[in-house]
């Protein structure tokens, strides 16, 4: 089935279908931007690869650009190791900000760049179990339900061109102060992320982190930064109703944890 697939699609699909890989949810004007085209031409795309079911390409907010996201036959397509993803609607605006962070990192916001990594490739690296280099998770100490070492990933890792690490962590909640501290005991242990960089939409959030940052004594090592996040484009602000009620009861779009790969946010 992957190869037949892979062999009807063209290079620019496997582009559109590699960045969709990357994350659990996108939209349209993202998917525009990452291929350098105008909305409308980047939808013409995308429904081309919703009807041979490489994506799955939806509107889920009123007045919102639609969603997409990539399949299990997509995914087998361009032969990626990957889970399919689901779309939570409760971290829906999270997942849309952190797709424009990816974006801008790709087109130096951040300086030249090595490597992009996500946190759905950090995370299904670290349960390869021919992995051939070091896990990417930060180790938090104790066993998950799984009965594995718990581990915090970041949303975003960058490998600048001198092997330097920076994580990123789009952080639009609060975290209580004790999970603060155990992520922040993490990254003070850990010797593979050079700089970690918090960005947060409000000053109550900047303290909070910042606070946790102090205990953990570690402020040569992690910065927080303020963003303008009032409004993530493409994204609703919190609270907003779905498309329709047909669409709230897609099994497609069961907010849900994903269980096989650990997720946080």
Same mark, same amino acid.
């Given at each position: 089935?992957?190869?037949?697939?892979?062999?009807?699609? %063209?290079?620019?699909? #496997?582009?559109?279908?590699?960045?969709?890989?990357?994350?659990?949810? &996108? +939209?349209?004007?993202? +998917?525009?931007?990452?291929?350098?085209?105008?909305?409308?031409?980047?939808?013409? *795309?995308?429904?081309?690869?919703?009807?041979?079911?490489? /994506?799955?390409?939806?509107?889920?907010?009123?007045?919102?650009?639609?969603?997409? @996201?990539?399949?299990?036959?997509?995914?087998?397509?361009?032969?990626? *190791?990957?889970?399919?993803?689901?779309?939570?609607?409760?971290?829906?605006?999270?997942?849309?900000?952190?797709? @424009?962070? @990816?974006?801008?990192?790709?087109?130096?916001?951040?300086?030249?760049?090595?490597?992009?990594?996500? !946190?759905? !490739? &950090? #995370?299904?690296?670290?349960?390869?179990?021919?992995?051939?280099?070091? #896990?990417?998770?930060?180790?938090?100490?104790?066993?998950?339900?799984?009965?594995?070492?718990?581990?915090?990933?970041?949303?975003?890792?960058?490998?600048? &061109?001198?092997?330097?690490? +920076?994580?990123?962590? $789009? !952080?639009?909640?609060?975290?209580?102060?004790?999970?603060?501290?155990?992520? &922040? #005991?993490?990254?003070?242990?850990?010797?593979?992320?050079? %700089?970690?960089?918090? $960005? +947060?939409?409000?000053?109550?959030?900047?303290?909070? /982190?910042?606070?946790?940052?102090?205990?953990?004594?570690?402020?040569?090592?992690?910065?927080?930064?303020?963003?303008?996040?009032?409004?993530?484009?493409?994204?609703?602000?919190?609270?907003? *109703?779905?498309?329709?009620?047909?669409?709230?009861?897609?099994?497609?779009?069961?907010?849900?944890?994903?269980?096989?790969?650990?997720? !946080?946010?």
């Amino acid at each position: 089935m992957g190869a037949r697939a892979g062999s009807q699609i %063209t290079e620019r699909d #496997r582009a559109v279908l590699g960045l969709l890989a990357e994350h659990r949810v &996108m +939209v349209v004007p993202q +998917v525009a931007v990452g291929l350098e085209v105008s909305d409308r031409t980047a939808a013409a *795309r995308l429904r081309d690869l919703r009807d041979q079911r490489l /994506i799955a390409h939806e509107a889920i907010f009123r007045n919102q650009p639609a969603a997409v @996201w990539i399949t299990r036959r997509g995914l087998d397509a361009i032969e990626s *190791r990957l889970p399919p993803p689901s779309v939570d609607l409760k971290g829906y605006r999270h997942d849309i900000g952190v797709g @424009w962070l @990816w974006l801008h990192a790709q087109r130096g916001a951040f300086g030249p760049v090595a490597a992009l990594t996500s !946190e759905r !490739e &950090m #995370r299904s690296h670290d349960l390869r179990a021919d992995r051939t280099a070091d #896990r990417f998770g930060v180790a938090l100490g104790g066993l998950d339900s799984f009965g594995r070492m718990t581990r915090h990933y970041p949303d975003l890792l960058l490998t600048k &061109m001198d092997g330097t690490r +920076v994580a990123f962590e $789009l !952080e639009l909640t609060a975290k209580s102060g004790r999970r603060l501290d155990t992520i &922040m #005991r993490g990254y003070a242990g850990d010797g593979q992320i050079d %700089t970690t960089v918090y $960005l +947060v939409p409000d000053a109550s959030l900047a303290r909070l /982190i910042g606070d946790a940052v102090a205990r953990a004594g570690i402020p040569d090592l992690v910065q927080v930064r303020r963003i303008s996040a009032a409004l993530i484009p493409g994204a609703p602000l919190p609270g907003a *109703r779905s498309a329709s009620p047909a669409t709230r009861r897609s099994p497609a779009l069961t907010v849900r944890q994903q269980a096989a790969d650990g997720t !946080e946010r």
